[in-house]
């Protein structure tokens, strides 16, 4: 025969349980209740406060904070070069960018344009991670309004920061990778300024592309040497 399964299960081992205790008069009419919220909310507008008047109190916060993604302007011009790897790791895909070449820049590279979808944006610091250049960098905007979805995406003009006001971030940074990678990484300042044409002067040929192509396809068709040849 089936089970009746809209009927409740009866304890089994004992049948004389109780659901509810018996409430005391006082407990009933609730009143001495009330009057301990009255008293405990009465209590805490003489404790010490953990909160701010936000907006017209501003929180200032920590090196560490993730704010708003920003690029680093060094001297009046980005450090980017336009590599494309924020983008690449970006999750969301917030990043897009048009790189451009003037060779009479050091750098070479550099964004025509540079855009944040700050709607998509979800401030998990990927960018600033693998920028080879520290040219992104989170910083401590966290105040951020739009009143359309054209707002949102923020240009380059929008984005870039001077690098002095984003110094304790920068500094932050060195210290968090240079503790990171111990012996093996030592970040300096000046490893932004290079271009990745100058970063090892044995590379630094001075030939241009086309010739090193030239050179390049030389060096293939000229004969293996190895010492593991028979
Ligand atoms: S913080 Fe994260 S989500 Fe925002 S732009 Fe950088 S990689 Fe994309
Ligand atoms: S990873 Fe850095 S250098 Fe490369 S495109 Fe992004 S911001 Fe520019």
């Not at 009419?29 to 501003?58: C, H, R, V």
């Not at 000046?190 to 002067?201: A, G, K, L, T």
Request: some cysteine.
């Amino acid at each position: 025969m089936p089970e009746n399964l809209d009927q409740p299960v009866a304890n089994a081992i004992s049948e004389d349980y109780q659901r509810e205790r018996k409430l005391s008069f006082l407990e009933k009419i609730y009143l001495p209740e009330i009057f301990k919220g009255l008293w405990y909310s009465f209590k805490q507008m003489f404790a010490p406060t953990f909160t701010l008047n936000y907006p017209d109190e501003k929180w200032e916060p920590p090196s560490i904070f993730r704010g708003r993604p920003v690029l680093v302007e060094d001297n009046g011009q980005e450090r980017c070069v336009s590599c494309g790897l924020c983008a690449r790791a970006c999750p969301p895909l917030a990043i897009s960018m048009q790189a451009n070449e003037d060779s009479d820049d050091p750098k070479e590279r550099y964004p025509e344009k540079f855009e944040i979808n700050m709607l998509r944006c979800i401030y998990c610091g990927y960018c600033e991670e693998v920028c080879p250049e520290e040219a992104i960098v989170m910083s401590k905007d966290y105040d951020i309004v739009f009143e359309s979805r054209e707002d949102a995406v923020y240009d380059k003009d929008r984005l870039m920061v001077p690098k002095e006001d984003l110094k304790e971030r920068l500094d932050f940074l060195k210290e968090y990778k240079n503790n990171q990678f111990g012996q093996f990484w030592d970040f300096q300042e000046e490893n932004n300024i290079h271009s990745v044409r100058d970063r090892d002067q044995d590379w630094n040929t001075g030939l241009s592309l086309v010739d090193l192509l030239e050179q390049q396809k030389k060096n293939d068709a000229s004969e293996a040497s190895s010492n593991w040849s028979v």
